[in-house]
């Protein structure tokens, strides 16, 4: 049964194909989406773990955006005392709090900026993805500097090269350089904080403190009591990460209903093309019922056909998704707040067999009524037609 | 052991295979009703090769259609092996029709995705059962050996038709139905067809064919003629059915 059925699909291979492209279009679309969702869920969520901070003290404003351009090494126009850092570290509960000082320096010159961070030996804990090359080593003094990978391959720099800054004038010898990671750390400068401040003229003053809890159970206490600091504001990085879900959700159920769309077209291109199918080929299905095919043989043969079709449309979405899915989601990461640093599609087992499944129940639901058309004419009802 | 053959002849052809009683066929056409068959009676012995003849639209498909368990009659009742066909399942009619018929089209019928062999025992895919060597037989007794990996449209009109009366006999019928089996042929393969089921009779098969083709119903040893869904004559009648039916009585 199965491979006549398959022998009917090739007769008209032209429209099997479109029709099944169109399947394959729509799945692709669905399991995109899906899987852009939980790449993204999963990624965030593994970077903001990665980091093991579990809340930031951000100047005032919307803390999602600061701590976001925080996160994504981006300056902000406002900043914060540096009575915030003493505040988050003379809480008992606090285990580390790490000051940052984020600056943009414009390369006029070079036709572009280049971002300047000033840390302290606190953040290292925090940023555990953060290896030196070998001969590098911490900041030895003021004039020290740590290139991010692909900051020190712009530069042509090398450990223990000196890096003279025209436009801040001032000279820093490169002590270390920090391996490929993949975040936005590797084209970032970063420097001493007293340095930063002095060449960004911030004396006193910081972008955001990490802080990283004793015990993660005492988040609430910490954030009640670091809210009153002056000049700052407390945002968790659970809060972070349910605002940007909620606004990625946002955007997926508005690209659900196109995926929905998508389907309902290809379900109907499916009950055409199944329907175009019976009426061609009643006469036949007349000859099968004369030989001895039951009502329920032919219709299983004609839903057969409906299911295969999907299905292999649906293997060739899924497929599709994964190869063009990394294309897109290279495009897509520009446009999603806090994207993270691997690959935002994650196509797991689950998706792959729901997007199947998927593509069977299309074809069970496009094939019924036409597999129930032919089966319901009598032999010589369907020989009749010529 | 001769005789002994020649009475089990004797025995089948006293065997009614099929009895139509008053079997009346309507088809509606928006206000109109058109009757394809009439109040039509007549029965069919084992053995015998019947032809029914008539100009078109008497009622000779119709008819045939019904002896073969493809449609129901509006009225009147029909025996296949003295059972009764009247209110039976879809289900039962198609195992009646798979097991106790065969048909072959004018159109030949045969599926075009198919090799010969697999046209073959199309049949045997819905009744599930292995019929390989039947089918190697079938192959050589209609003359297909060397094209059995052939698609139809790679044969002759002539080549097609013996696939088709192979396929309808794959499954054992007792009784093989024939719609105009020579009316897309030339003369030469249709001479062929003939004899074929001229030497498919001898083996004790029960043939009947609706034809135009007077050559095919001269070959026959029984004629049903037929006018305006009734019977108009026939050749050999078998029995006095019933007193209201449109029947023929010796």
Redesign the interface.
């Given at each position: 049964m199965m491979e006549l059925a398959v022998r009917n699909l090739l007769r008209r291979r032209t429209r099997s194909i479109f029709t099944l492209l169109g399947v394959a279009a729509a799945v692709a679309i669905l399991a995109c989406l899906a899987a852009f969702g939980q790449g993204y869920q999963r990624g965030l969520s593994q970077e903001l773990d990665n980091m093991g901070m579990q809340m930031m003290l951000v100047p005032m404003g919307c803390p999602f955006d600061a701590a976001a351009r925080v996160l994504k090494g981006k300056t902000l126009d406002v900043s914060l005392p540096m009575t915030a850092l003493d505040a988050a570290r003379s809480d008992k509960d606090v285990q580390i709090a790490a000051p940052l000082l984020m600056a943009a320096l414009p390369r006029p010159s070079e036709g572009r900026t280049d971002l300047w961070v000033g840390v302290d030996e606190s953040i290292r804990p925090l940023k555990p993805w953060w290896k030196l090359t070998s001969g590098s080593t911490w900041f030895t003094d003021d004039h020290s500097v740590i290139l991010g990978a692909e900051a020190a391959s712009t530069e042509l720099r090398r450990v223990g090269d000196t890096l003279f800054s025209p436009e801040a004038n001032r000279s820093f010898r490169v002590s270390g350089i920090l391996e490929r990671s993949g975040t936005s750390d590797d084209s970032l400068f970063f420097i001493p904080m007293h340095a930063a401040q002095e060449m960004f003229h911030q004396s006193g003053r910081l972008t955001a403190v990490a802080i990283r809890l004793r015990d993660p159970e005492q988040i609430t206490g910490v954030s009640t009591r670091l809210q009153n600091t002056p000049g700052a504001q407390v945002v968790t990085m659970t809060e972070m990460m349910g605002t940007f879900l909620n606004l990625v959700g946002a955007v997926r159920t508005l690209v659900l209903a196109i995926a929905i769309v998508a389907i309902t077209i290809s379900t109907l291109s499916v009950f055409n093309t199944m329907l175009s199918a019976v009426l061609e080929r009643t006469s036949e299905l007349g000859v099968m019922r004369a030989v001895g095919a039951s009502r329920s043989q032919i219709f299983r043969l004609l839903a057969i056909e409906s299911i295969l079709m999907t299905a292999v449309g649906s293997a060739a979405g899924l497929l599709l998704a994964v190869v063009a899915g990394r294309m897109v989601g290279r495009v897509v990461k520009n446009f999603v707040p806090l994207p993270p640093s691997e690959s935002l599609l994650a196509v797991s087992g689950i998706l792959a067999l729901q997007c199947i499944a998927l593509g069977v129940g299309v074809g069970l639901i496009a094939g019924i009524y036409p597999a129930w058309q032919a089966s319901r004419l009598t032999p010589a009802q369907a020989l009749r037609v010529e | 052991m001769i005789n002994r053959i020649v009475t089990m002849k004797e025995a089948a052809a006293e065997t009614i295979i099929i009895e139509a009683k008053g079997l009346t066929k309507l088809y509606r056409r928006g206000a109109y009703e058109i009757h394809a068959l009439d109040n039509v009676s007549f029965s069919i012995r084992e053995g015998e090769f019947l032809s029914i003849v008539g100009p078109s639209g008497a009622g000779k498909t119709?008819l045939l259609?019904l002896l073969?368990c493809?449609?129901?009659p509006s009225s009147g009742e029909m025996l296949i092996d003295n059972q009764s066909t009247k209110g039976l399942s879809?289900?039962k009619l198609?195992?009646l029709?798979?097991e106790h018929v065969?048909?072959v089209?004018q159109?030949f019928?045969l599926?075009?995705?198919?090799t010969v062999m697999e046209n073959i025992v199309?049949?045997t895919?819905?009744?599930r059962r292995n019929a390989q060597s039947t089918a190697e037989e079938l192959l050589e007794t209609v003359g297909l050996s060397s094209r059995r990996n052939h698609r139809p449209h790679e044969l002759s009109g002539g080549e097609m038709q013996r696939a088709a009366i192979a396929?309808?006999l794959i499954?054992g019928p007792k009784l093989l139905l024939a719609d105009e089996p020579t009316g897309n042929l030339d003369s030469t393969n249709g001479a062929a067809i003939i004899k074929l089921f001229q030497k498919l009779n001898r083996d004790g098969l029960t043939v009947v064919v609706v034809t135009h083709n007077s050559t095919l119903a001269e070959s026959t040893r029984r004629v049903i003629s037929m006018r305006d869904g009734k019977i108009e004559s026939d050749s050999q009648p078998v029995f006095n059915i019933g007193s209201n039916s449109n029947h023929l009585s010796i």
């Open positions: - | 119709t259609q073969g493809m449609d129901t879809d289900a198609t195992r029709r798979r065969g048909f089209f159109g019928g599926l075009p995705t198919l199309l049949p895919l819905f009744s396929r309808a499954n």
